[in-house]
């Protein structure tokens, strides 16, 4: 008798066949389903539309990718980041991330400040590391913002329109490539493509520092944000978000380094 109401008691305690079946039909919508911050700031474009930023950027350190390690390879990679629209459309894609409620005006204003550093290290002087390497060092280092609203808020949402935070202005994807620099990223002597998948582009002048600051194109963050700019010698855009100036003067996210 005892051993029978064990048995009842543990068939009782184990899912029946349909639910059974249920779990890996419930696993398989899970491993499917797109992230959040992929189906608004990544959403799926038709062909010939603009991409939205968070894409682009993909694109374009695609794109810029050196062929090496010399500084003619480093040159080139600058160019290609600096002379575009990557900078405008970094900070748009984590404009996008803050309009979803995925970042906090705080953490936004801490990203702006370490990509305004970022911009600044790799479009002035002489490159000597990829934008990535750069990026990350810097931020790993950085010094926590204490201001600005630590609130999150979807203020669209499943909304993927990119006009909510912004507005292409000018060429858009990588910049020009000049002179001996021209054959050395992972993608050359294309012309740029603007709204569509990031290819390079090259001309036969020398490049120089201030080359890769007279082609940086400017972007508007749309929404709550002001028209962005660019920053002298290719540095980030900047822009205010709800009365916040966010910049490499505004934001001293380096300090004490």
């Not at 600051?213 to 400017?218: F, I, N, P, Q, V």
Request: hydrophobic fraction near 35%; glycine fraction near 10%; include cysteine.
């Amino acid at each position: 008798m005892r051993q029978t109401t064990i048995v009842a008691g543990l068939a009782a305690m184990l899912p029946s066949t349909a639910q059974a079946w249920s779990i890996p039909a419930l696993l398989d919508i899970r491993q499917t389903t797109r992230p959040y911050q992929d189906v608004v700031c990544k959403p799926q474009t038709g062909s010939g539309a603009q991409l939205p930023p968070c894409v682009q950027i993909e694109n374009i350190e695609l794109a810029c990718q050196p062929n090496g390690t010399n500084p003619i390879d480093y040159e080139a990679h600058a160019q290609c980041i600096c002379g575009g629209s990557f900078f405008a459309e970094k900070l748009a894609c984590e404009r996008c991330l803050t309009v979803h409620g995925l970042r906090s005006e705080r953490n936004l204003a801490f990203y702006s400040g370490v990509l305004s550093s970022a911009s600044n290290a790799l479009c002035t002087g002489t490159p000597t590391a990829v934008f990535a390497s750069i990026y990350s060092g810097i931020e790993a280092a950085a010094t926590p913002v204490t201001t600005g609203a630590t609130v999150t808020s979807d203020q669209a949402p499943s909304n993927t329109a990119i006009s909510l935070y912004y507005t292409a202005s000018g060429p858009q994807g990588p910049g020009t490539i000049t002179g001996a620099a021209a054959s050395a990223t992972a993608v050359s002597r294309t012309t740029t493509s603007p709204s569509t998948a990031a290819t390079g582009s090259a001309s036969g002048a020398t490049g120089t520092s201030s080359t890769r600051a007279s082609t940086a194109t400017t972007g508007t963050a749309s929404g709550a944000a002001a028209t962005s700019t660019t920053a002298g010698s290719g540095a980030m855009p900047t822009y205010a978000a709800g009365g916040l100036l966010m910049g490499a003067a505004g934001i001293a996210v380096l300090a004490g380094l």
